[in-house]
């Protein structure tokens, strides 16, 4: 079973939406999915209670430290993919959901502040050595500011295509118990949900999560860019920076630290 992980501490991200329509992507593409719930707001739980039909399953996550023995309870009853849901803040149920995670998505929408919002989200992804993609999400239906997004972060290889445009079908399928891609089935959003799907599907398909291996460096930036443009180069030339000297700099998890030895007397 693979685990993908949706995770960032900016509120309003859409990241329940994204694994609803996801989950329901991959089932429809013959996978068998299990959404796990960590965030206690409990918008997929509310969303599965509406639902005529049982499929995805939904389990909502009450202890973290629980997480990775019910991701592996899911795989042993012959589950082929679980999707987290995390809660919008960088916390204990987060950390537990990178950890068990073969592939993370940072949802974001294509503005500045929402881009530099995603920082603790790579470094805790980074710590643990994680694949991962950035998804620009609630895009604008008509403004040249998402493909200046989705041109930057492709130029530094961390964009799952395609990007998802703020549409009333994500509203309208959640309120009804669905997905989009079983809302309207032609639509515009259900279209996008399933491109995603494909782009995450064949990265965990084919065998394209080596953490080992580290991200692509980044080109040089261009003589002239738009502001929105320079912005997302120079905040994300974290992200490319290779895997070990980037957690040499960064030292190890705290939690993971040894306890200090009392002294004797």
Not at 132 to 143: D, E, G, H, M, R
């Given at each position: 079973m693979r685990t993908i992980v949706l995770a960032t501490q900016k509120g309003g991200s859409g990241k329940s939406t994204l694994a609803i329509g996801l989950a329901v992507a991959a089932m429809q593409d013959g996978e068998r999915v299990v959404v796990l719930e960590a965030d206690r707001q409990g918008t997929v739980a509310n969303w599965h209670r509406r639902r005529a039909r049982s499929e995805p399953a939904v389990?909502?996550?009450?202890?973290?430290?629980?997480?990775?023995?019910i991701v592996q309870s899911f795989a042993s009853r012959d589950y082929t993919l679980a999707i987290i849901d995390t809660p919008a803040t960088n916390n204990a149920a987060t950390l537990a959901a990178v950890r068990v995670a073969d592939f993370c998505l940072i949802?974001?929408?294509?503005?500045?502040?929402?881009?530099?919002?995603?920082f603790p989200t790579l470094d805790t992804i980074r710590r643990f050595g994680r694949s991962f993609a950035?998804?620009?999400n609630q895009a604008p239906a008509a403004t040249h500011r998402?493909?200046?997004?989705?041109a930057t972060l492709s130029e530094l290889g961390f964009l799952a295509l395609p990007y998802i445009v703020q549409r009333i079908d994500h509203q309208d399928a959640l309120a009804a118990g669905l997905a989009v891609s079983e809302l309207s089935p032609n639509g515009k959003a259900a279209?996008?949900?399933?491109g995603l799907w494909t782009w995450v599907g064949e990265k965990i398909r084919n065998g394209a999560l080596d953490t080992a291996r580290p991200p692509p460096a980044v080109a040089p930036a261009p003589t002239i860019q738009n502001p929105f443009q320079a912005m997302m180069l120079q905040s994300l030339r974290m992200?490319?920076?290779?895997?070990?000297p980037w957690l040499q700099a960064?030292?190890?998890?705290?939690?993971?630290?040894?306890?200090?030895?009392?002294k004797a007397g």
């Amino acid at each position: 079973m693979r685990t993908i992980v949706l995770a960032t501490q900016k509120g309003g991200s859409g990241k329940s939406t994204l694994a609803i329509g996801l989950a329901v992507a991959a089932m429809q593409d013959g996978e068998r999915v299990v959404v796990l719930e960590a965030d206690r707001q409990g918008t997929v739980a509310n969303w599965h209670r509406r639902r005529a039909r049982s499929e995805p399953a939904v389990e909502t996550i009450a202890e973290e430290s629980a997480l990775a023995r019910i991701v592996q309870s899911f795989a042993s009853r012959d589950y082929t993919l679980a999707i987290i849901d995390t809660p919008a803040t960088n916390n204990a149920a987060t950390l537990a959901a990178v950890r068990v995670a073969d592939f993370c998505l940072i949802p974001a929408r294509p503005s500045a502040a929402d881009i530099e919002a995603t920082f603790p989200t790579l470094d805790t992804i980074r710590r643990f050595g994680r694949s991962f993609a950035f998804v620009l999400n609630q895009a604008p239906a008509a403004t040249h500011r998402p493909s200046r997004a989705a041109a930057t972060l492709s130029e530094l290889g961390f964009l799952a295509l395609p990007y998802i445009v703020q549409r009333i079908d994500h509203q309208d399928a959640l309120a009804a118990g669905l997905a989009v891609s079983e809302l309207s089935p032609n639509g515009k959003a259900a279209q996008e949900i399933r491109g995603l799907w494909t782009w995450v599907g064949e990265k965990i398909r084919n065998g394209a999560l080596d953490t080992a291996r580290p991200p692509p460096a980044v080109a040089p930036a261009p003589t002239i860019q738009n502001p929105f443009q320079a912005m997302m180069l120079q905040s994300l030339r974290m992200a490319s920076l290779s895997w070990t000297p980037w957690l040499q700099a960064r030292g190890p998890d705290p939690a993971e630290r040894p306890p200090k030895s009392r002294k004797a007397g």
